[in-house]
């Protein structure tokens, strides 16, 4: 499983990828990672992005989409959530795609559940990048929240940064959701206790990847 900033980093060097699969839940990281893979192939101007789940799309037409391609060999980024709950024989077709993609096609395939063995995963042909999109643990979510902070022009002390965390940090999405409110409201480059409205009564969500590396590290506390 490749390291995500080592993955940021390999696309601001411009080097890309055809087929990506990012594993795990949290939605900010795998926003930050689509955007940053537009960025790196569009750079240019605007290109073609589309999403796709099997829930939306029948088999064939999530095929039909990766495969077509215009006159001029336009790049596309595809985004298919899910791709592990596609069966058949358009799962075999799938994998083959993943294995000999079409140049001018990125494909971004996104499976919440970083656990996930089964068939599809398996399958992936093993040179496919597969990056590690879950919530990072305390010491990162410290520096992405510093990062979310310093991206909005602001500071804040070491201990409120703590009880953000604490309070919101089941993922850096809500994280970042609240660190936005707060400097929203914030009119000064520092930000106080009183700018703060956290909700005491919200319980951090200890996830169970959080919960095993807890259990390992005798931090009993935490599991």
């Avoid at 080097?15 to 569009?42: C, P, S, T, W």
């Avoid at 589309?50 to 077509?68: A, H």
Wanted: proline share 2%; aromatic share 12%; net charge positive.
């Amino acid at each position: 499983m490749n390291d995500f900033k080592v993955s940021i980093s390999q696309l601001r060097k411009g080097r890309i990828d055809n087929v990506y699969l990012l594993k795990g839940e949290d939605q900010f990281l795998q926003n930050f990672f689509i955007e940053k893979l537009y960025d790196a192939i569009f750079v240019e101007g605007q290109g073609t992005k589309e999403f796709l789940t099997p829930n939306e799309f029948s088999g064939k037409e999530i095929m039909d989409r990766l495969i077509s391609s215009d006159l001029f060999g336009t790049s596309k980024l595809l985004i298919l959530k899910d791709p592990q709950q596609i069966k058949g024989k358009v799962l075999s077709e799938l994998l083959n795609y993943c294995e000999k993609p079409l140049k001018n096609h990125f494909l971004v395939l996104i499976n919440d559940n970083y656990m996930d063995k089964g068939y599809f995963s398996k399958n992936l042909p093993r040179y496919i990048s597969k990056i590690n999109v879950s919530t990072p643990f305390q010491n990162d979510l410290w520096k992405w929240a510093k990062f979310f902070f310093k991206d909005n022009k602001k500071n804040i002390s070491g201990e409120l940064l703590s009880q953000i965390i604490e309070t919101c940090g089941d993922s850096l999405y809500n994280i970042k959701n609240e660190i936005d409110k707060i400097c929203l409201i914030s009119d000064s480059e520092n930000v106080t206790k009183e700018h703060l409205n956290l909700d005491s009564s919200f319980s951090r969500i200890r996830k169970r990847w959080e919960m095993i590396a807890s259990i390992g590290n005798r931090d009993l506390n935490k599991s």
